[in-house]
């Protein structure tokens, strides 16, 4: 059974840095795309980076050049590197695992981790 589950919000000043980790169990990475969204109040769910099966990333253009997703080799975890935090990135961050050529709505979703920039 494919599962995740995040870790790693927080307050953050304007400028500085959090990493997300997003801990998976039952997951072939080269089937499935690993994906980290965000939800703000009051609007809706958005990508912010995906990993996939053959080691591509994307990008929100809004985190380009300041957000990182890895996931080293034989780990089961997928990071993501925030830097240079801004107010508008505070939200509640979700990971997601897709698998290849299945229905979006069988992705599986963890429990969220809220992310606060905030000076």
Known sequence: QVQVAESGGGLVQPGGSLRLSCLTSGIQFSLYTVAWYRQAPGKQRELVAELRGDGTTKYADTVLARFIISRANGESTVS???????????????????????????????????????S
Not at 99 to 116: A, C, E, L, N, S
């Open 80 to 118: 993501l590197q925030m830097n240079d935090l801004r107010p508008e990135d505070t939200a509640v961050y979700y990971c997601s695992a897709h698998r290849i050529y299945t229905d979006p709505q069988m992705d599986v979703w963890g429990q969220g981790t809220q992310v606060t920039v905030s």
